[in-house]
């Protein structure tokens, strides 16, 4: 089973930044894709970014411009550096990877930003 663990959430104030990690538990799985969502409180889920392999990063309208994605096919790990935060960005922010016949998230990990 493969796990996904994300670090680097925290409080911020707007204008700050922050930077997400994800690592996956192990090597030998190739993932198609691997993207970041977020979902703040009584939303639903929604994708921020996402990379599929040997493709370019899309970003959501939300943060385009003010995130970069990247990712390291080789090591199995993803992040995500977010700039300008604003409070509406806050959220619990979790990782994503996909196989051909899998989807794995990782637990999450909190940014609050506050006005």
């Known amino acids: 089973q493969v796990q996904l663990v994300e670090s680097g959430g925290g409080l911020v104030q707007a204008g700050g930044s922050l930077n997400l990690s994800c690592v996956a538990s192990?090597?030998?799985?190739?993932?198609?894709?691997m993207g970041w969502y977020r979902q703040a409180p009584g939303k639903r889920r929604e994708v921020v970014a996402s990379?599929?392999?040997?493709?370019?990063?899309r970003y959501s309208d939300a943060v385009e411009g003010r995130f970069t994605m990247s990712r390291d096919e080789s090591r199995n790990t993803a992040y995500l550096l977010m700039n300008n935060l604003q409070p509406e960005d806050s959220g619990v922010y979790s990782c994503?990877?996909?196989?051909?016949?899998?989807?794995?998230w990782g637990q999450g990990t909190q940014v609050t930003v506050s006005s």
């Open positions: 990379k599929m392999t040997g493709s370019w990063v």
């Open positions: 192990t090597t030998d799985t190739s993932f198609t894709v």
């Open positions: 994503n990877a996909q196989t051909s016949l899998y989807s794995y």
